[in-house]
């Protein structure tokens, strides 16, 4: 037998191996059936009470025809974030099942279409929250006199439609993928098909994250150098220190939920779009890592509340008065559950401190 012919029959076996390798290797992380059905839980039940919290107050502190452009943004946030708190039942259940989806698939497709709108409309009114502090910090006069409801209106729609319209693509896509026993829900791809176009939709993705995120750095860069830059005094030494809070809060959320996310997205897309040939522990790896960044994206809408305490001094007086008559509530409580008696007096301190809130 010719030297070639052999060479030919040794790779035609090496690529049947490879083939059989890659239909062999079985991608999962086990780690995340029970953390993240924890996790979940939690964030469920945190971000629930904060954000319907935070809602509550808007509508006690502010009417709503006098709300101007930065707490339009405000509230529209927290309503994003609600928006994908009201899904986290259906993926504790998913991943209590150890990634099995029993219910019906159309909720399949409604969850990943909140958890996608959530997710960069989240990004979009934080990144119009920091240009709009940009603007207030470095041109103070003009934006004070300047009526920006209507522009928050605005941007504010702008933004739900350029968003929420084209996620309509997650309602009407076959979210469900059958593994085995298991079906997923928006795990896998049929590398069967043309998958082009989704490879296309995460490019596009993330080019518009790093953008915003750009911005973000930018406008932020400027106003940590206005702030520091001018000369202290007594009267405003408060504001600047809640501006430059209110700048670490920002980039922390977008440091450590969506950063790392984007920065693994596209690997992880290319990877089970099987256009980028790794092995199967590689995969593995890549797959895990992808997974911390979901656990990371999860935090968001527990931290987007603590931002709105730097936003205004109107919302954070109505914040630490309502902490004060709680705290003077279970104070008044305990004084009587220890004397044992009903106490007039007590009660009608508790009573008063509550109907001031």
Not at 188 to 195: Q, S
Request: aromatic share 14%.
């Amino acid at each position: 037998m010719a030297t070639t012919e052999i060479a030919a029959m040794d790779k035609d076996r090496n690529i049947s191996f490879l083939h059989f390798q890659a239909a062999d290797c079985h991608v999962d992380s086990e780690f995340r059936y029970t953390l993240f059905t924890v996790y979940y839980s939690i964030i469920f039940i945190l971000g629930f009470i904060a954000n319907i919290y935070v809602l509550w107050l808007f509508t006690r502190v502010y009417a709503t025809k006098k709300l101007n452009e930065i707490k339009i943004f405000m509230v529209n946030l927290t309503t994003a974030d609600l928006l994908f708190l009201v899904t986290l039942p259906m993926w504790i259940v998913y991943y209590h099942n150890r990634g099995n989806w029993i219910m019906p698939s159309f909720l399949c497709n409604v969850a990943g279409y909140l958890f996608f709108v959530n997710t960069y409309c989240s990004v979009a009114f934080l990144g119009v929250i920091t240009y709009n502090r940009f603007q207030a910090v470095t041109r103070p006069i003009s934006t004070a006199q300047s009526s920006t409801r209507r522009r928050g209106l605005y941007v504010t729609v702008a933004i739900w439609v350029l968003i929420a319209g084209p996620s309509t693509y997650f309602l009407f896509d076959d979210g469900i993928t059958e593994e085995g026993p298991y079906t997923r829900c928006f795990e896998r791809y049929d590398t069967k098909k043309d998958n082009t176009p989704v490879f296309v939709i995460h490019v596009i993705i993330c080019i518009c994250f790093f953008l915003t995120f750009g911005i973000v750095l930018v406008c932020n860069a400027f106003i940590i150098r206005t702030l520091v830059s001018q000369p202290v005094q007594t009267r405003n030494k408060d504001v600047r220190q809640r501006a430059l809070w209110l700048v670490c809060t920002v980039l922390t959320v977008f440091i450590l939920c969506f950063v790392p996310h984007h920065i693994l997205d596209l690997p992880w897309t290319l990877m089970v779009l099987d256009r980028w040939k790794i092995s199967c522990e590689a995969k593995n790896t890549v797959n895990d890592f992808h997974q911390a960044t979901l656990f990371l994206l999860g935090a968001n809408c527990v931290l987007d509340p603590v931002i709105y305490c730097f936003l205004t001094k109107k919302f954070r007086k109505h914040l630490s008065e309502n902490l004060k008559n709680i705290k003077d509530s279970r104070k008044c409580s305990r004084q009587t559950t220890e004397t044992g008696v009903e106490g007039m007096v007590p009660l009608q301190e508790c009573l008063h401190t509550t109907l001031k809130c």
